[in-house]
């Protein structure tokens, strides 16, 4: 075969994560340098190392005796010829020897890695394919093929299909759920209606883990207590996602999480915060076994029907009923699921173990004004991207004023006042004129749907119930003085300043007022 580098380094990199993300040992049962021998002269090889004669001696002094070389030396190492650019035949013939029978003899393994492989390289025009025989036993060779390209079940992906996990944060009714459903339709292709494809939660301070991934609960039933796991809300759509996968179908889902910073979010999370970590092929970046009870709650959630039996965890085929293992490897080994996503999620539940797919997205939200919340560490928030949703403040609030509120006025009675947008704009304005009083003065704004009007109206009843006791209470509760100033009153009581309530929106819409860019003063 002529001497090629069609194979990207996108390839290259997912090859070298099945072994350093997915512990898979290229050696098979062989040591390094016995592999190597099979395909490099390493005694003719130069050492790295002026110490030592060859490569031969310098890899057993690095890898044996000192062990400092990290497991990835050899894609790093530019005498074995495996790095981006090299040709390509190099890279094949490599991975062709790791599933040789004579190293690899864990059958299930090699045929993981065959799929994988295969799935990897096709793309680029390539196949590792059944050359020859040893014993009865396959030996493996490559070939060029016509390239090929994948939907969101194979595992080359395009931008379009990227999960996501976001957080967006914000004062309060800027509209972060809104554009959560904003978001779910437009890059997701998940409409509101779509229920089935969407898990909603709340944190708060009594929400649990076991909220989160399931808890085992007392049922009544015919006079008796019985026991029954439920699975959690994360659970929940991580069975639907998984469903979706293995049946061949290519649908989103989305895992919602209402203000995230209310709840104990590493508490709620404990081990399946490692999961937040993702590659560039949307899988997570590592795997976390789970419970007994966690996986038999997993299996009712993709619409399986397990049941416990001495052995352990069996799974109902047609009139009986098998070992949840041997289920799953057999589902693996047929040839109609021949992905690589299904057959990675069969061999994540044959291992009991679980990862967040591509098709599973998680957006949360954070109220930034909200001052009972729970910490938050940075490992946490490095694992999210960071969307700021921004309050209504200033000339540029104007061009983003919603179409629903754009005809809303301030009633006093039965009588109009103003567009209710100049009132939330002048508010914003009056805190952010008084920075020197206020701590983190951008959580403490209000956003367009702070009160939501009804019927094309937003009543001072209401104003006083919300708005007031906000700035009252949150805003302005550690010195009264800028209110007292803005109204030119003395303000002791809280009754005090809702007695002026109708004074002070007349002050603030002649804030808002004047921000407005078309209005010339």
């Keep these: 075969m002529s001497v090629a580098t069609k194979i990207t380094e996108l390839t290259r990199r997912y090859i070298l994560n099945i072994f350093i993300k997915e512990n898979y040992c290229w050696f098979g049962e062989f040591s390094e340098i016995d592999f190597l021998n099979r395909l490099y002269a390493l005694e003719e090889l130069p050492s790295s190392n002026e110490r030592f004669n060859n490569a031969s001696e310098d890899i057993w002094q690095h890898r044996v005796n000192n062990e400092d070389w990290e497991d990835d030396w050899i894609f790093l190492d530019e005498r074995f010829k495996l790095g981006i650019g090299e040709a390509d035949d190099v890279l094949l013939k490599f991975l062709c020897e790791t599933i040789h029978p004579i190293l690899r003899t864990n059958q299930e393994e090699a045929t993981y890695l065959l799929h994988t492989y295969n799935k990897l390289l096709s793309p680029d025009g390539y196949e590792i394919y059944p050359s020859s025989q040893i014993s009865g036993r396959l030996v493996f060779g490559f070939r060029e093929i016509t390239p090929k390209t994948f939907t969101l079940l194979d595992h080359t992906m395009t931008l379009s299909v990227q999960p996501i996990q976001k957080i967006l944060f914000g004062s309060p009714g800027t509209g972060k759920s809104y554009q959560i459903r904003k978001i779910a339709a437009e890059q997701l292709g998940i409409l509101e209606e779509m229920t089935s494809q969407t898990v909603k939660t709340v944190f708060h301070p009594e929400y649990t883990y076991a909220d989160f991934i399931g808890k085992l609960l007392p049922l009544s039933q015919d006079g008796s207590i019985r026991y029954r796991f439920y699975p959690g809300h994360f659970l929940t759509i991580l069975g639907s996602a998984y469903q979706s996968l293995v049946a061949g179908k290519d649908d989103r889902f989305l895992l919602v999480i209402d203000e995230l910073n209310r709840g104990n979010a590493a508490a709620i999370f404990g081990t399946i915060f490692q999961l937040l970590d993702r590659e560039g092929d949307g899988w997570s970046s590592y795997e976390v076994g789970i419970s007994d009870m966690e996986f038999f709650g997993l299996l009712e959630a993709m619409g399986l029907t397990p049941g416990i039996q001495n052995e352990g965890i069996h799974i109902k085929e047609g009139n009986k009923t098998v070992l949840y293992k041997y289920h799953f490897k057999g589902k693996s080994e047929d040839p109609a699921n021949d992905s690589f996503t299904i057959s990675k999620v069969y061999r994540l539940l044959m291992q009991r173990q679980i990862s967040i797919p591509p098709n599973l997205s998680i957006i949360a939200t954070i109220n930034t004004s909200d001052e009972s919340i729970y910490y938050l560490d940075s490992a946490f928030k490095r694992r999210w991207d960071w969307e700021y949703v921004q309050s209504p403040a200033g000339k540029i609030a104007f061009q ?56 094309g109206r937003v009543e001072l009843q209401k104003v006083k119930d919300k708005l007031m006791f906000y700035l009252w209470d949150s805003v302005f509760a550690r010195d009264k003085k800028p209110l007292e100033q803005f109204l030119g009153v003395k303000l002791p009581l809280y009754s005090d300043f809702l007695n002026n309530a109708e004074s002070f929106m007349s002050k603030v819409f002649k804030l808002g007022e004047a921000e407005d860019p078309d209005i010339p003063f």
């Design 400 to 455: 983003n004023i919603p179409d629903s509120l754009k005809n809303v006025k301030l009633f006093v009675g039965d009588e109009p006042k103003n567009f209710w947008y100049y009132y939330i704009v002048g508010v914003n304005s009056f805190i952010i004129s008084q920075a020197q009083y206020i701590r983190r003065i951008e959580d403490k704004q209000i956003g367009w749907w702070f009160i939501k009007p009804t019927d």
